[in-house]
C-alpha cells in the first residue's frame, strides 16, 4: 500500500484533489465543476450575440458539464478551457470577453477545481458590462443571487468561504 501523499503546495488543499494530497473528493469536485458551468453558461448568449459562429465558450461549457457527469476527460476539459481562453483574447468585445473566460474558467474547474469562482465571477463581470452604468450594480446583485441559488448544498458552505477567503482577488465581487 502506497503511503498517503500530503499535500505542500500554495493552493487551498479543500480544491486540491485527494490523489494529490488534498481533501477534494471526486463528487465535490465535479459539484464544483458542474456548478461552475451553470454559471457560465447563464451568460453565454451574452457572447453568441456578439460572436456569432465562435462557438469556442460553448462548447467548453458543454465539456465542463459532460466532465461533471463522467462524460468528459480532463484533457478534454483542458483542452476547451484554452479554446475558451483564446476566444476571450480574439475578441475586443469587453462583454464577449469576459463570457469566454467565465466559459473558460468552468472547463478548467475539470483541472484545479478553485477555478470555479472564476467562472462565477467573469459571468458577474459581463452580466455588468452588458448593462447600462445606472443598471450595472443592480444586475450584478441579481446575477449573484441566481448563482447562489443554483449552488448545489452539498458545495454551498465550501464555495462561501471561498468567496470570504478571495475577497481580495476578486474585487469584492461577491458580496451583497
Not at 473528493?25 to 460572436?51: G, I, K, M, Y
Not at 462524460?71 to 475558451?84: C, F, I, T
Not at 483564446?86 to 469587453?94: G, S, V, W
Not at 472547463?107 to 465571477?121: P, Q
Request: net charge positive.
Amino acid at each position: 500500500m502506497r503511503p498517503q501523499r500530503t499535500y505542500e503546495g500554495r493552493r487551498d488543499p479543500r480544491f486540491v484533489a485527494v490523489h494529490r494530497g488534498g481533501r477534494l473528493d471526486d463528487t465535490t469536485h465535479r459539484h464544483l465543476a458542474a456548478w461552475a458551468a451553470a454559471c457560465a453558461e447563464r451568460v453565454l448568449p451574452l457572447f453568441a450575440s456578439r460572436c456569432p459562429g465562435d462557438d469556442r465558450p460553448a462548447h467548453a461549457v458543454s465539456v465542463a458539464k459532460a466532465w461533471s457527469r463522467h462524460e468528459s476527460s480532463v484533457g478534454e476539459a483542458r483542452k476547451a478551457a484554452v479554446a475558451a481562453h483564446a476566444a476571450a483574447r480574439a475578441t475586443t468585445d469587453p462583454v464577449a470577453r469576459e463570457v469566454a473566460r467565465a466559459c473558460g474558467h468552468a472547463a478548467a474547474t475539470a483541472h484545479m477545481a478553485d477555478h470555479e469562482l472564476g467562472a462565477a465571477y467573469y459571468a458577474i463581470r459581463a452580466v455588468g458590462l452588458s448593462s447600462a452604468p445606472a443598471e450595472a450594480d443592480a444586475a450584478c446583485a441579481r446575477e449573484r443571487r441566481a448563482q447562489r441559488e443554483v449552488l448545489p448544498e452539498p458545495i454551498r458552505a465550501l464555495v462561501l468561504s471561498d468567496q470570504a477567503l478571495r475577497r481580495a482577488k476578486f474585487k469584492s465581487a461577491f458580496e451583497e
